[in-house]
């Protein structure tokens, strides 16, 4: 009775890995999620000049497919419009937009 407790807790153990290490393949690390985020933050505030203030919202995501992280950024004054923003060649560029006809689109968007 006791080896089966024992096998039971090792299954249990390999199978808790197992699942998290899937969740984390699908959905990317958390903590490289804040730091695109903080990043994206930093380029849109010195690099930009948007002021801090009119930045809403920033939320760092990941591509499975691609295995890529990036940042979706939402302005107070533009709240239904997502600007995706990611790091292409060491530089970060604007990579997607939910309306081409935005007030925050710039000249890396490709």
């Known amino acids: 009775?006791?080896?089966?407790?024992?096998?039971?807790?090792?299954?249990?153990v390999v199978m808790t890995i197992l699942a998290g290490g899937i969740y984390i393949s699908l959905t990317g690390?958390?903590?490289?999620?804040?730091?695109?985020?903080?990043?994206?933050?930093?380029?849109l505030v010195h690099t930009r000049?948007?002021?801090?203030?009119?930045?809403?919202?920033?939320?760092?995501?990941y591509s499975f497919k691609s295995g890529d992280y990036d940042a979706d950024v939402l302005f107070?004054?533009?709240?239904?419009?997502?600007?995706?923003?990611a790091k292409v060649?060491?530089?970060?560029?604007?990579v997607g937009t939910s309306s081409l006809y935005g007030?925050?689109?710039?000249?890396?968007?490709y």
Not at 89 to 94: K, P, Y
Request: hydrophobic share 35%.
């Open 29 to 43: 690390l958390p903590h490289k999620k804040s730091q695109i985020a903080s990043e994206v933050k930093e380029y």
């Open 103 to 109: 007030k925050h689109m710039d000249e890396t968007y």
């Open 89 to 94: 060649n060491g530089e970060f560029r604007l």
């Open 76 to 85: 107070k004054d533009e709240p239904d419009v997502n600007y995706t923003y």
């Open 1 to 12: 009775m006791r080896f089966i407790n024992r096998i039971s807790i090792i299954v249990l």
């Open 49 to 61: 000049l948007y002021p801090a203030a009119n930045i809403q919202e920033i939320r760092g995501g």
